[in-house]
T-cell receptor, first 113, second 113 residues
């Protein structure tokens, strides 16, 4: 099925551990982005990419790295997990960053203990 | 991007039309109105967007006032599956800040049997 696939769906990390959240899309979308959603809050942009080899920071980039080596994949790396990074993470893609037609993945629920 | 104001919650009887309002009194001439919804624990889903004309698609209708300071999302025949948080987002398709969807707290719509 066409869409955005995120893995894993759930993850528990210990403080200081590192991990990579995977995001893949099969719609040939140029624009991809990562958001986090904390309880009772809206989604906040972490990093985004307008095409392979091009990434930029969003509203809350600290503690996260991204890379975009292919059009399809946009992994999010947590360098040294902290309890403040406990959140639900959503990956999104679209043809253009204009605002319409974003397709979101089903999310990764991350707990840092 | 213009700030939006939405009611915190609304109820709608199943089968009736759901009318979700959004105020965006400081909207600029090049900013569009986008609507997304988030069903519990899932990623947000794009619904519809518009600039100044009324828009309709298979999911909903969007009515934008002539002065563009407010809009209404209409779900013509609400079902239980429409229970979700609905986000009204105003942003320009290009330029500074165009790479981010700013999600507020949205309106929690509960469709009642």
């Amino acid at each position: 099925n066409a869409g955005v696939t995120q893995t894993p769906k759930f993850q528990v990390l210990k403080t200081g551990q590192s991990m990579t959240l995977q995001c893949a899309q099969d719609m040939n979308h140029e624009y991809m982005s990562w958001y986090r959603q904390d309880p009772g809050m809206g989604l906040r942009l972490i990093h985004y990419s307008v095409g392979a080899g091009i990434t930029d920071q969003g509203e809350v980039p600290n503690g996260y790295n991204v890379s975009r080596s292919t059009t399809e994949d946009f992994p999010l790396r947590l360098l040294s997990a902290a309890p403040s990074q406990t959140s639900v993470y959503f990956c999104a893609s679209s043809k253009k960053p204009s605002g319409y037609g974003y397709t979101f993945g089903s999310g990764t629920r991350l707990t840092v203990v | 991007d213009a700030k939006t104001t939405q009611p915190t919650s609304m109820d709608c009887a199943e089968g009736r039309a759901a009318n979700l309002p959004c105020n965006h009194s400081t909207i600029s001439g090049n900013e569009y109105v986008y609507w997304y919804r988030q069903i519990h624990s899932q990623g947000p889903q794009y619904i519809i967007h518009g600039l100044k004309n009324n828009e309709t698609n298979e999911m909903a209708s969007l009515i934008i006032t002539e002065d563009r300071k407010s809009s209404t999302l209409i779900l013509p025949h609400a079902t239980l599956r429409d229970t979700a948080v609905y986000y009204c987002i105003v942003k320009a398709p290009r330029g500074a800040g165009s790479y981010q969807l700013t999600f507020g707290k949205g309106t929690k719509l509960s469709v009642i049997p």
